[in-house]
């Protein structure tokens, strides 16, 4: 139990629909991450939302479109996806952005687009 | 081009023997590193960080040492044990920027032997 809950585990998804991944942590963080890791590639960062405003965007195309209605949660809405965005998605806490705090990651949501 | 490798992208060890992970960067700008394990279906998990005012920081069985100069760090495993086969990441810190944001490396997969 890592303290960042992420559901759902899987989702396969046609090019034309719109689902939401939803990410939960318990660790009282103020900072929140989306994170894409993609098939034998490292880890790439998403979003990053501190005290649920959106600090960095890393030009990451408009059919993701990250939510942060509290500290606690995180949304990535996704709609309108292509075959390349299927990859495994991870949601990360820290406590801030700013100090040398590790980030906490969930479990992450594996994606399909069909 | 990628920031932060890791060249080996598999290693095998023998119970009880010291493990040796590498990862070398580019950014003389990162001044905070950090490992993490992954297991398959989970998430990655913080193992230790070594700020870069360090050259060393040790947790247990598990040591970072950091060249600066040489812009290279490891991780050490001493005694490793089956339970320690997992894909290790490294992963760097650049202070710039509105928030900190990790860099990481392609994982490298440890294998302990039996």
């Known amino acids: 139990e890592t303290g960042v809950t992420q559901t759902p585990r899987h989702l396969v998804m046609g090019m034309t629909n719109k689902k939401s991944l939803k990410c939960e942590q318990h660790?009282?963080?103020?900072?929140m991450y989306w994170y894409k890791q993609s098939a034998k590639k490292p880890l790439e960062l998403m979003f990053v939302?501190?005290?649920?405003?959106?600090?960095e965007n890393n030009s990451v195309p408009s059919r993701f479109s990250p939510e942060c209605p509290n500290s606690s949660h995180l949304f990535l809405h996704l709609h309108t996806l292509q075959p390349e965005d299927s990859a495994l998605y991870l949601c990360?806490?820290?406590?801030?952005?700013?100090?040398?705090?590790?980030?906490?990651f969930g479990d992450g949501t594996r994606l399909s687009i069909l | 081009d990628q920031q932060v490798k890791q060249n080996s992208p598999s290693l095998s060890v023998q119970e009880g023997r010291i493990s040796i992970l590498n990862c070398d960067y580019t950014n003389s700008m990162f001044d905070y590193f950090l490992w993490y394990k992954k297991y398959p279906a989970e998430g990655p998990t913080f193992l230790i960080s070594?700020?870069?005012?360090?050259d060393k920081n040790e947790d247990g069985r598990f040591t970072v040492f950091l060249n600066k100069s040489a812009k290279h760090l490891s991780l050490h495993i001493v005694p490793s044990q089956p339970g320690d086969s997992a894909v290790y990441f490294c992963a760097a810190s650049d202070p710039s920027g509105s928030a900190r944001q990790l860099t990481f490396g392609s994982g490298t997969q440890l294998t302990v032997l039996p």
């Open positions: 990360a806490s820290s406590q801030g952005t700013g100090d040398d705090q590790p980030q906490h």
């Open positions: 939302y501190s005290l649920e405003e959106r600090v």
């Open positions: 070594i700020s870069s005012i360090k």
């Open positions: 660790l009282g963080h103020n900072a």
